[in-house]
């Protein structure tokens, strides 16, 4: 009997590969147990989670049980609705990225290896947050390899390269060997999703530069030309990390009732439906869902929709339940 498995599960198994402490992984364990068809289908998976997730538990109780552990250095507790690693060669710039998007302030010099230590900082993108992480750099006498699981692990990886610098080809063709090696596509359509700047364009000799490593290798990615001195570029990338994260905001109120001007969103991945955010509401709406009214772009104000409408970003969301 085939699985059937739901895009629900399949979401929780992509979490559960991609966690990084052991409570994540017994979060993600427990959501697909929850969510796995019950079916002699999958009888065996389920009882196969259920080992797994006694498993992890029993340590996860013995690392409680022993006292505060100790996190490696550069271990980052994930917050807002998506985590951007920035990396590249030394002396990119990325520092200032970190400065310049958030508050965080990260050692800033116009000299290499500046950052020793991942460094995470809180972006605002209108009413969420996105969490930036400023990385060490990619070069021989420095890389260890929990950067690139970093790099691998993130939502979004930003490759900051300093186009004014002497070594560009010899630092280039480093950082493409090693996401190589760990089978990290440069690319936005693929996880991390890649995005690559060209920053210090607005330097002597920057603009000039650029285009010609833009030629040298574009057969292997597609540059973005950068100025950290540019506050409509930075704006630009907010708007595009957010973009890149595909989520969706949907916002709820009471049947009845006017909507909160401060209300937080429920944040969803892209193509969620209806009933899917009566579940992150709470899982008594989506059980006893029978319909709801949308107010968005999409929809005429107060539309009623059926469980399975696709949520568009910025949508306002009243569920009526039994």
């Not at 310049?100 to 009413?127: I, N, Q, S």
């Not at 490593?213 to 990338?237: G, I, M, N, R």
């Not at 973009?243 to 009845?256: F, N």
Request: charged share 30%; net charge negative; glycine share 6%.
């Amino acid at each position: 009997m085939p699985a059937n498995l739901t895009p629900e599960y399949h979401d929780a198994e992509e979490r559960f590969k991609r966690s990084e402490s052991t409570d994540e992984k017994v979060s993600a364990l427990e959501e697909m147990l929850r969510v796995i068809p019950k079916h002699k289908g999958t009888e065996k998976m389920q009882a196969d989670l259920k080992r797994r997730l006694s498993k992890l538990r029993k340590a996860h109780q013995k690392e409680k049980s022993s006292g505060a552990q100790r996190k490696p250095f550069h271990y980052i507790e994930k917050e807002g609705i998506g985590r951007v690693v920035f990396c590249g060669p030394p002396n990119g710039g990325k520092s200032c990225f970190l400065t310049k998007l958030t508050h965080a302030e990260p050692e800033v010099a116009d000299f290499p290896f500046t950052t020793r230590a991942p460094l995470p900082g809180m972006m605002k993108f209108e009413d969420v947050q996105i969490q930036l992480v400023d990385t060490p750099p990619i070069a021989p006498e420095t890389l260890e390899p929990w950067l690139l699981a970093m790099v691998e692990h993130a939502d979004i990886a930003v490759l900051v390269f300093d186009v004014t610098d002497p070594f560009l080809l010899e630092q280039t063709e480093f950082v493409l060997a090693r996401f190589e090696e760990r089978g990290i596509e440069l690319s936005t359509n693929s996880r991390p999703r890649v995005v690559i700047l060209g920053n210090k364009v607005d330097r002597n000799g920057g603009a000039e530069n650029f285009k010609a490593w833009k030629e040298l290798f574009e057969e292997q990615f597609l540059p973005v030309p950068f100025s950290t001195a540019s506050e409509e570029q930075l704006s630009d990338l907010r708007k595009e990390l957010f973009e890149l994260l595909q989520v969706v905001r949907v916002y709820t109120k009471a049947p009845g009732a006017k909507r909160e001007a401060e209300a937080r969103p429920y944040v969803l991945k892209q193509g969620s439906t209806v009933v899917e955010a009566a579940n992150a509401i709470h899982k008594d709406l989506a059980s006893g869902f029978k319909y709801a009214r949308i107010w968005g772009r999409e929809k005429y104000d107060g539309q009623m929709v059926e469980r399975d409408y696709i949520l568009q970003d910025g949508d306002l969301l009243e569920v009526h339940a039994s």
